[in-house]
C-alpha cells in the first residue's frame, strides 16, 4: 500500500470551508484513494473515494491532480459536529479471494471552533 | 438490524479472566476484520477473515484469539490480558472487491484491570 502524508492537525471555524490535503507520492495505477472521518470512541466512517480528477457526495469532495500523487479533501461550511479525525488511505480493490487490506496512518484531527 | 453491530460496547475485566468480544454484520459482506486502536495511536489491523478464512495475523499475541464461524459473524476471544491490552477494538466488515472500502462498528471499549 502507498504511504500517505497528511498534517496531524487543523483548525477551522464554523460556516469555513476545510482543505486537508494528502501527499502519496508512490501511488499505485491501481489504486484508489479513500477518506474516513473518525469521530472519538468510534469506529472509522467512509466519507469518499476515488480515482482521479473531482468526486463530489453529499458530504464532501475530493479533488485529485492529474499526476494522483496527492489529493484533498473538502468540507464545504463546517459545523462543530465535523470536529473529527480524517484519515487519507490509498490502495488498490485487492484481488480474487483476498481481502483488501486497510493500514490506517495517524490521520488529521480536525478542530472546528465557534 | 444494519450494519456492524459489536457487543458489548464496554467491558471491564481482570488479567486472568476470559472474554469474547462479538461482531456481526448484516451487509451480505465476505471479508471481516478486527483493529485494535489505543489511546493516541492509529488502528492496528489484528485479523483479517476473507471468505470464512483467515489471511492475516500480523504478529498478534496469542492471549487473542479469533473466531470466524461464518461470513456474518466474528470474534475475538481474550483470556489472561495485560493492562496494555486496553484499548478500543473495532469489527470491520467488507466485500473482497469493493472499492468503497470498509464498515466498521463502534466498538468495544477494553479495560484490562
Known amino acids: 500500500l502507498a504511504k500517505t502524508t497528511q498534517p496531524i492537525s487543523m483548525d477551522s471555524y464554523e460556516g469555513q470551508e476545510v482543505n486537508i490535503t494528502c501527499s502519496h507520492n508512490?501511488?499505485?495505477?491501481?489504486?484508489?484513494i479513500t477518506w474516513y472521518q473518525q469521530f472519538p470512541s468510534q469506529g472509522p466512517r467512509f466519507i469518499i473515494q476515488g480515482y482521479k480528477t473531482k468526486v463530489t457526495n453529499e458530504v464532501a469532495s475530493l479533488f485529485i491532480p492529474a499526476d494522483r500523487k496527492s489529493s484533498t479533501l473538502s468540507l464545504p461550511r463546517v459545523s462543530l459536529s465535523d470536529t473529527a479525525v480524517y484519515y487519507c488511505?490509498?490502495?488498490?480493490?485487492?484481488?480474487?479471494?483476498?481481502?483488501?487490506?486497510?493500514?490506517f496512518g495517524s490521520g488529521t484531527q480536525l478542530t472546528v471552533l465557534p | 438490524e444494519t450494519g456492524v453491530t459489536q457487543t458489548p460496547r464496554h467491558l471491564v475485566m481482570g488479567m486472568t479472566n476470559k472474554k469474547s468480544l462479538k461482531c456481526e454484520q448484516h451487509l451480505g459482506h465476505n471479508a471481516m476484520y478486527w483493529y485494535k486502536q489505543s489511546a493516541k495511536k492509529p488502528l492496528e489491523l489484528m485479523f483479517v477473515y476473507s471468505l470464512e478464512e483467515r489471511v492475516e495475523n500480523n504478529s498478534v499475541p496469542s492471549r487473542f484469539s479469533p473466531e470466524c464461524p461464518n461470513s456474518s459473524h466474528l470474534f475475538l476471544h481474550l483470556h489472561t490480558l495485560q493492562p496494555e491490552d486496553s484499548a478500543l477494538y473495532l469489527c470491520?466488515?467488507?466485500?473482497?472487491?469493493?472499492?468503497?472500502?470498509?464498515?466498521f462498528g463502534s466498538g468495544t471499549r477494553l479495560t484490562v484491570v
Open positions: 508512490n501511488i499505485a495505477t491501481n489504486d484508489y
Open positions: 470491520a466488515s467488507s466485500q473482497v472487491l469493493d472499492p468503497y472500502g470498509y464498515t
Open positions: 488511505l490509498v490502495g488498490d480493490k485487492g484481488s480474487s479471494g483476498s481481502a483488501r487490506q486497510l493500514t
